[in-house]
């Protein structure tokens, strides 16, 4: 074969390959899209049933090919948030809990109409504060602040891992009090008699570090969402510093913004 047919003839098969390629990549996207929309209503309650609508008609639903459906259903599958059950179909197995970031409020109370959250207290005590944490809590640098480590479960499944940073002044009274079934703001409004008035919060996804993966029970390296969060007192005061890590297969967060310029 002449030099320029074998040329035209290999560009000819690049070509079809590249076509390949992008055909795949559009199904993938179109299956990363659908499964946000089936996330959506599978966390909000949408399947009351509990069973997702066959494929033939999630495809003819949302104009998606059977390809694309299945694409979707195994990135969901993925999450842990639906299965496949052999003479079922694809039903959900999975839940999220909803975690408002509109309202400053406690885990316990953001969660009280999905069950009940408890604290296992696994580290209390008075420890030196590290230069940033005193910074932000307005102490002096290697001051003794409150350090509190909790595992909190929601219904007894562990759902996050919570590290605390108090001033020793209102820390101190809180090492009698019934961190167990209490969440630390209501202690610290019952404390300084004055209720919280507003939070600064960070939330990132990160990796599972061994420790935090193994008290919540969680694959090593699996994302987790690090909510950081520091409260003041309505007076403006910084009185408590967390940083929270919550299993990202149970927990989603939600809000209502304002557009203000």
Known sequence: MPSTDRIRDHAGQGATT???????????????????LLRHQILTGGFESGSLPHETT????YRASRNTVRQALDLLRAEGLVERLPGVGTVVVGRKYPHGLDRLMGLAETLREHGTVTNEVRTMGPAPAPHPVARRLQ??????VLYIERLRRLNGLPLSLDLTYIPLDLGTALLGADLENTDVFRLL?????????????????????????AVLEAPRGAAVLMLERLTHLADGRPVDLEFIRFRGDRITMSGLLHRSL
């Open 18 to 36: 590249v076509a390949a390629r992008a055909r795949r990549r559009l199904r993938a996207d179109q299956a990363r899209q659908l499964a946000d």
């Open 58 to 61: 999630l495809a003819a639903d």
């Open 139 to 144: 102490v002096t640098p290697g001051a003794d």
């Open 189 to 213: 409004e019952t404390i300084t008699g004055q209720g919280l008035g507003h939070a600064e919060i960070t939330l990132e996804a990160v990796n599972a570090d061994t420790h935090s993966a």
